[in-house]
């Protein structure tokens, strides 16, 4: 076993490396803020959408997916729900509290470190996992998000379903569903042009998991005096969050689907992340308190998760 705790340390310390590298590039102003939206954009926009295209090409399909996808979007639900019950209790009104109870930071996040250690080939696992969370965050969250907002857009479903079919990570997974269809994994095999294609999309995805870190090192920053309500925010979310992957894992995913513990690494993996990061972008600029605690919950919750994610890497070694 020793040796198995071993191995994975090559893994664990360029994840840590590259967060260090990215709060140095803060603390130095090596990179500036502008630098550092602009990486993002490409990341969702190009590099993200190309590993998520890679994963759902080699997808095998199975029909115990469709119950996956529904028990992530139960799961975000039920959150949302237990977010509006504790609210009160938490002796803050704000209608951005709530939200903050449920969802999973998986684009910026939880699917790089996943990928991180468990390789671009097992990326297809987490990638089943995301698309309940995906429709949960465009059809639900966004819904309430814009509703507060209250954007010039609407929040109607028609505003709703144009933005989830114009996001390019939504069109990266549709493409790649359906090359996988029509047997494009294995024409990419045998055809030169198709094969050089596929290596140049896995070499833009590749730069996915050390940018996203460099970033999440970035912006890492929490102020001390709004550190209470974050805390039993994030406290709240996993005290439910973890126990309730364990128990979906050992009596759905295990017993009753029989699916690989990579399922079950998945799950764990998506629950322990933060809230999303798209929070924020829906708050109007002169709500300035809503948005200390929020981003607070955000950075704090981002150095838990790693932790928990770091821990739970070990845990699942085989």
């Known amino acids: ?119 671009i080939e097992n990326v297809k696992f987490i990638g089943i996992i995301d698309i309940g969370h995906e429709i949960f965050i465009w059809f639900i969250l966004v819904g309430i998000l814009f509703k507060l907002k209250q954007s010039k857009k609407g929040s109607n479903f028609k505003n709703l379903f144009k933005s989830f079919i114009t996001s390019p990570v939504i069109i990266a997974i549709l493409i790649g569903i359906i090359l996988n269809i029509v047997g494009f994994a294995n024409i990419k095999n045998t055809n030169l042009v198709a094969n050089s294609i596929m290596e140049s999309i896995k070499l833009i995805a590749s730069l996915t998991v050390p940018l996203i870190l460099i970033i999440i090192g970035y912006e890492i920053e929490f102020k001390s005096e709004n550190i209470v309500l974050p805390i039993k925010i994030i406290a709240i979310r996993m005290v439910i969050l973890i126990p309730l992957a364990l128990i979906i894992n050992y009596f759905i995913f295990s017993n009753l689907l029989n699916l690989t513990s990579m399922y079950n690494i998945a799950l764990i993996t998506m629950l322990v992340m933060p809230p999303p990061f798209i929070i924020p972008l829906f708050i109007k600029e002169e709500d300035l308190t809503s948005r200390k605690y929020i981003f607070n919950t955000l950075s704090i919750s981002t150095i838990i998760s790693l932790t928990i994610f770091i821990i739970t890497t070990f845990i699942y070694i085989n």
């Open 1 to 119: 076993m020793a040796v198995d705790y071993l191995s994975i340390m090559p893994k664990i310390i360029p994840l840590l490396v590259l967060l260090i590298l990215g709060y140095i590039f803060q603390r130095t102003k090596f990179l500036s803020k502008n630098t550092i939206l602009e990486v993002k954009n490409f990341i969702l926009n190009i590099t993200l959408p190309a590993l998520l295209f890679i994963a759902f090409l080699d997808i095998d399909f199975k029909k115990e997916y469709i119950l996956v996808i529904f028990i992530v979007i139960v799961i975000n639900l039920l959150m949302l729900y237990l977010g509006k019950i504790i609210t009160p209790f938490l002796k803050k009104e704000d209608p951005y509290l709530k939200l903050l109870f449920t969802g999973f930071e998986m684009g910026m996040l939880g699917i790089p470190l996943f990928t991180a250690i468990y390789g």
